[in-house]
């Protein structure tokens, strides 16, 4: 496994990478959560997939096996900012609008979304490493940026997953039953590298070869 880290000026470097995400992502929320968010038959794409975002994606083979996307808690883009303070000013119907408590908009704390993994990977060791893996790339991409700290609606199992990797995640703020029958909280940990025992090259940030579309999962 590998990692890639990148935005929209630079996925073209990544071939069919982020196409292959958007896939995955359709083919879990939609197709499996039925979560009512934009998509087609093949990718699923709503308003914070736009220039202030960032994406940490984990290959295999060349496939698209996980992924997340990230942006800064002061993205604004048109009348979007980021996801959880759009929830908290009652744009978005789905996620209750005391989630967070307040607003919150620092160029020190960035948002994590749409962290989704393959369904091939069968194995809890497959799915540890393509969650570091994951976890890591965001981390660094936040920390270049300035980033000091991590949040993310999350489903609850998360933060005991990130834990056991070494990540210090928490939670704040209490957790709401979503539509989808799992429980939700906003999940919080530093921005910190090396909390992670997965080797640090297998991270990847240049340029790599067309990859095959990803298999639906």
Not at 179 to 200: I, N
Request: glycine share 8%.
């Amino acid at each position: 496994m590998e990692n890639i880290t990148f935005n929209l000026s630079s996925l073209h470097l990544h071939g069919a990478a982020f196409y292959d995400f958007l896939g995955l992502r359709k083919r879990f929320f939609v197709d499996q959560l039925n979560w009512d968010i934009p998509h087609d038959d093949k990718v699923e794409m709503d308003q914070y997939d736009n220039p202030k975002a960032f994406y940490s994606l984990v290959l295999r083979d060349g496939m698209v096996i996980g992924g997340a996307r990230a942006m800064a808690t002061t993205a604004i883009w048109g009348e979007h900012t980021y996801m959880l303070r759009d929830a908290v000013n009652g744009k978005l119907a789905d996620i209750p609008e005391d989630i967070m408590g307040r607003e919150v908009a620092s160029d020190s704390i960035w948002e994590c979304t749409r962290l989704v993994m393959s369904d091939e990977l069968t194995t809890h060791a497959e799915r540890s490493t393509c969650l570091s893996l994951i976890v890591n790339g965001l981390v660094e991409v936040a920390g270049a940026n300035g980033a000091e700290r991590l949040i993310s609606l999350s489903p609850l199992a998360l933060m005991r997953a990130l834990r056991q990797l070494g990540f210090g995640a928490e939670r704040i703020g209490e957790p709401y039953l979503n539509d989808d029958g799992r429980k939700y909280a906003v999940l919080s940990m530093p921005a910190a590298t090396g909390r992670s025992r997965v080797p640090s090259v297998t991270h990847v940030t240049g340029p790599k070869p067309l990859h095959a579309p990803a298999v639906a999962a």
